[in-house]
């Protein structure tokens, strides 16, 4: 007779390797975004170069857009940031800047020196916005619809591969919601 | 004892004493310190409670990562504000989730985590009933077992002393 009790290591070993093949794809870094499908956290940022009027939460509304987290103190701002710069010259989307716990002469400088992607820059140097948004640090990129609740962050640098997996799919989606 | 073995041994002791007192170093600077001690030391409990986001197995207590800074000074400005203990962690979780919780709630998605434990100690009190059970069950079968009779006694005889005369 097939007892079993006999089955229950084998049991055991299956539910073990299905918990650890979960937590091999379950990377604690990404942690979700509370935000997601929520309005923007209200705010209002003062112009980081003085080249626009400030940037505020109602300039988020009426159309699909991304907003983008960097500092000039931020290593990985510096490796996406060609990808930006091409994303706003090819994709037609508009980008708009939050300079997260950065000096405000930091902040210009390193764009001034770089290159803006950005419609608007607003400067967040005491990061509050940033905790508002559920920032965890830099960079971080988040897509907004056209009704202004946040749809998508992205944790870490744009990259092609990125960019063509993640944020194309969605953003297709949402162009196509009316 | 001579004294210098006292003094000695007095001292290891006032070492070993003070190993235990010394508190880990918190990453709190005094400046972030709120002068209302009775408000300080719930901004203190809170923020034990609270995850770095940065250095994930860090509370905001221990960390001393800049955004970990940020928050204990935003939950001590909520305290100031008159915000409950609640409130002032509500407002965090608003923002980061129930992930910054230390010690997740009791949902449907932790119920596992909650009742794991519990459910392993069950496993094992069954697992040890059972084989206890048949522990005592074999024991009582081997005293039913009749003896053997003088004959066979004989046989098994005969038959270890072939083998050992081979």
């Known amino acids: 007779m097939l007892r079993l009790s006999y089955l229950a290591p084998l049991l055991a070993f299956m539910g073990l390797t299905a918990g650890l093949a979960f937590s091999l794809s379950n990377d604690p870094r990404r942690m979700p975004s509370t935000l997601i499908d929520k309005p923007t956290p209200s705010f209002n940022m003062a112009s980081l170069d003085g080249k626009d009027a400030g940037f505020s939460n109602t300039d988020l509304k009426g159309g699909v857009i991304l907003l983008n987290v960097f500092a000039s103190w931020c290593p990985g701002c510096r490796v996406e940031h060609p990808m930006l710069l091409k994303l706003a010259e090819t994709s037609g989307i508009p980008i708009y800047g939050l300079n997260w716990k950065d000096t405000r002469s930091d902040g210009s400088r390193w764009l001034a020196r770089h290159g803006s992607p950005y419609i608007r820059v607003g400067s967040d140097e005491p990061g509050r916005v940033g905790i508002d948004f559920g920032v965890t640090g830099v960079p971080e990129t988040f897509v907004i619809d056209r009704t202004g609740r946040i749809r998508f962050r992205y944790p870490g640098p744009l990259t092609e591969e990125v960019w063509r997996d993640e944020f194309e799919p969605l953003l297709k989606a949402l162009r196509s919601e009316s | ?166």
């Open chain 2, 1 to 166: 004892m001579t004294q210098p073995q006292l003094t000695r041994l007095a001292l290891c002791a006032a070492l070993l004493v003070s190993t235990v007192l010394v508190s880990p170093s918190r990453a709190v600077l005094p400046e972030e310190m709120l002068k209302d001690e009775r408000l300080e030391g719930r901004a203190r409990v809170l923020s034990q409670e609270l995850r770095c986001v940065v250095c994930q197995n860090q509370s905001i207590d221990d960390s001393n990562a800049p955004l970990a800074h940020d928050l204990r000074v935003l939950l001590r400005e909520r305290l100031l504000a008159g915000d409950s203990d609640r409130q002032a962690v509500d407002f965090i979780v608003a923002r980061y989730g129930n992930f910054v919780l230390l010690k997740p709630p009791l949902q449907w998605n932790t119920v596992l985590l909650w009742l794991g434990p519990l459910l392993a100690l069950l496993v094992a009190i069954i697992g040890f009933g059972r084989y206890v059970r048949g522990a005592a069950a074999n024991a009582s079968a081997a005293a039913r077992t009749p003896a053997l009779n003088a004959d066979e006694l004989k046989a098994i005889e005969a038959i270890l002393d072939r083998r050992s005369s081979v």
